[in-house]
């Protein structure tokens, strides 16, 4: 079993910085992709960013594009969305999601597998 735990979340004014965390436990894999997804109140949950570490490939939503960056450590079994200049529309539950590089192209958002519980962020005005 693999299991995924977010940690990083909290209150911050618009403007400030936050680093999210994803660990995982368990059985683990050497060839992943690692999605950041983001669920608004009264909003579907969204991808905000992903990345196929084998290949070197980021993506970021247009909304968080310069703002936001999407890195990981494999040897560690884990993964940081570094989240800059936040603003109060970057208000939600965020979710890490990881899935075998091979399960899915790349050009896939939604084909993810494992999840984590969230970890909430709120952004002042």
């Known amino acids: 079993q693999v299991q995924l735990v977010e940690s990083g979340g909290g209150l911050v004014q618009a403007g400030g910085s936050l680093r999210l965390s994803c660990v995982a436990s368990g059985r683990t894999f050497s060839s992943v992709d690692m999605g950041w997804f983001r669920q608004a109140p009264g909003k579907e949950r969204e991808i905000v960013a992903a990345v196929r570490w084998s290949a070197g490939s980021t993506y970021y939503a247009d909304s968080v594009k310069g703002r936001f960056t999407i890195s990981g450590n494999n040897a560690k079994n884990t993964g940081y969305l570094q989240m800059n200049s936040l603003k109060p529309e970057d208000t939600a539950v965020y979710y890490c999601?990881?899935?075998?590089?091979?399960?899915?192209?790349?050009?896939?958002?939604?084909?993810?597998?494992?999840w984590g519980q969230g970890t909430q962020v709120t952004v002042s005005s």
């Open positions: 999601a990881a899935r075998l590089s091979s399960r899915s192209t790349w050009y896939d958002r939604d084909n993810y597998d494992y």
